[in-house]
């Protein structure tokens, strides 16, 4: 294999994305507090232009729950790393799985753990075509189940003015700021060089699901990565975390939506997303 072809050790496979507890850890967490919850990235494997890696999604994913972790008592799990990118098909690399398939993983994951006895579940969701997660929360609130959808618009956008990023979430929907942002804290030796020259805008995406990513990109960002830096990516992460704390009270029964005691019984969790936003 010629030098051209091997891959550079500089961006080779990611380590420590999967959590590495053991039986007893998880035991001894669950003692302590009132219901257990667990946390489940859920990514996607797609394009992010010339300078951003296939697993953007599942790094930034990830990176919330992990920042999650570090704050609540919660049971970290392993990424889905697979879901639904079809507006991305026609850049190379891209691989996604149909809305049916994500649905049932999702379904079956919480279906185990409640066996298992996490009956509450958090998607934190770093994919904003991953519409279908909506569905799977707001169904399982239907039942009667403890399940939430995170971040909301609301959280993102709050993060975002705390980290002082620039873009609004409708100019930042792929490979922009807020994911440079998050990738230069956490994994700075993924970015190639060129993302801070590769700013694109297209905010009027009105027929994206129509025609995909490729009517309005020719690179595949949509953004301004020129703006990311390390300490946004860090901000946003800690806001992102404090906006968690709601929904873990929500979830173990502290809250309900409104802020007034839930006395424990039937909450739910938001169900917000993203949309088309940050695909």
């Known amino acids: 294999m010629s030098g051209s072809q091997k891959r550079s050790?500089?961006?080779g496979p990611v380590h420590g994305l999967l959590p590495a507890d053991t039986t007893d850890?998880?035991?001894?967490r669950g003692a302590g507090v009132s219901r257990q919850v667990a946390v489940l990235p859920v990514g996607?494997?797609?394009?992010?232009?010339p300078y951003l890696p296939l697993a953007t999604d599942t790094l930034v994913a990830c990176a919330i729950a992990r920042e999650i972790a570090d704050m609540y008592p919660v049971h970290l799990?392993?990424?889905?790393?697979?879901?639904?990118?079809?507006?991305?098909?026609?850049?190379?690399?891209?691989?996604?799985?149909?809305?049916?398939?994500l649905h049932a993983v999702i379904r079956d994951i919480a279906d185990s753990l409640r066996r298992s006895?996490?009956?509450?579940?958090?998607?934190?969701?770093?994919?904003g075509g991953n519409y279908v997660l909506g569905n799977v929360v707001q169904e399982s609130s239907a039942r009667g189940e403890r399940m939430a959808l995170f971040p909301a618009p609301e959280d993102w956008e709050e993060a975002r003015a705390r980290a002082g990023v620039a873009s609004s979430l409708l100019t930042d929907?792929?490979?922009?700021?807020?994911e440079a942002s998050v990738l230069l804290h956490t994994h700075p030796e993924l970015l190639r060089p060129g993302y801070e020259t590769s700013d694109f805008i297209a905010d009027d995406r009105r027929r994206l699901l129509t025609l995909g990513m490729s009517a309005y990109t020719d690179s595949g960002v949509i953004g301004r990565p020129s703006l990311g830096s390390a300490e946004k990516g860090k901000a946003l992460l800690a806001s992102l975390a404090d906006s968690f704390g709601a929904y873990f009270s929500l979830l173990t029964g502290g809250v309900d939506a409104d802020g007034a005691e839930s006395g424990g019984d039937g909450a739910t969790g938001p169900?917000?997303?993203e949309g088309e936003a940050r695909a």
């Open 117 to 127: 006895g996490v009956d509450a579940l958090v998607l934190v969701n770093g994919h």
């Open 173 to 178: 929907m792929h490979a922009g700021e807020i």
């Open 9 to 11: 050790a500089a961006h």
């Open 271 to 273: 169900s917000g997303n």
């Open 44 to 49: 996607s494997f797609e394009q992010h232009g």
């Open 77 to 101: 799990l392993p990424p889905v790393t697979i879901s639904c990118s079809h507006e991305h098909a026609a850049w190379p690399g891209t691989v996604s799985i149909s809305s049916v398939t």
């Open 25 to 28: 850890d998880v035991r001894t």
